[in-house]
């Protein structure tokens, strides 16, 4: 009975097809140990290549994001032109409005302009011709300026054109500011909010009045003050500003030039 359940046992073993003891070789062996190994390095390499599939797709996501937001920002847009613009004091400039509709059909635009009245002087604030209605009037109310324009019914604007001009004067040196107010306002068909899309300010650069010569403090005359600044200038070498004659150096025909202005300044 124990022999014949030992011969059934060796018939299923057999049935298995393992391969006997004496038949396995230790490079076979080593082979199924490479093998194994294998297995998780592929595994990392699959891991890796999965995540940077995601981060592409994330990448590739906010660049989509980043684009609709862009593209969120088109619209009619505000100018002050040029975007800077330089006198001298007591000078007066003109600064230009200038209105962009992009894509759409405007109807009207509510202007508030804000500035510093210390440096700048806003004297007149005229409208254009391209919304020629006018729905409230220029006012000029340190430190603001403000005006209201439209269209009549049947002549909606498109396209780019000067909505209106600034005339400015500089009352001081240094620079100073125009800028559009938040609550500057485009209206266009189609449209019941405000469509502007963005606004670009304008930047005055007040200097010194260098139209006479030896004006060193810009004050308009040739005195005592000036003279001083030039000796200054003269023992320091300071060739930017002592340099009259604009030839790359300090010497005896700046003193010269000098001298002559101050003497004609200072005739009887």
Known sequence: MIEKQQKNDTNAIADLNLPHPDTIHPHEVASQIRKTRTFPIISIITMGIFALIIGLSVFSLNSSKEIRSKASLTGPTLALTPAQASGAIGETITVGITLTTDTDTVSA????????????????????????????????????????????????????????????????????????????????????TNALARSTGNTVMGGSNTTIVGDLTGDGKVTIVDYTLFMNYWFLKNIEKGDLNHDGKIGVIDYTIFMNAWNDANKQ
């Not at 340190?142 to 780019?160: C, D, I």
């Open 109 to 192: 635009a509510q202007i508030h302009l804000t500035y510093d009245p210390s440096s700048v002087q806003i004297t007149a604030l005229t409208p254009g011709s391209i919304l020629p209605v006018i729905l409230h009037p220029a006012e000029i109310a340190p430190p603001n300026a403000t005006m209201t324009l439209g269209v009549t019914p049947t002549a909606p604007f498109h396209g780019s054109g000067i909505l209106g001009s600034l005339t400015v004067k500089i009352l001081k040196n240094g620079s100073s500011n125009l800028q559009f107010a938040s609550d500057t306002e485009v209206a266009v068909i189609g449209k019941a």
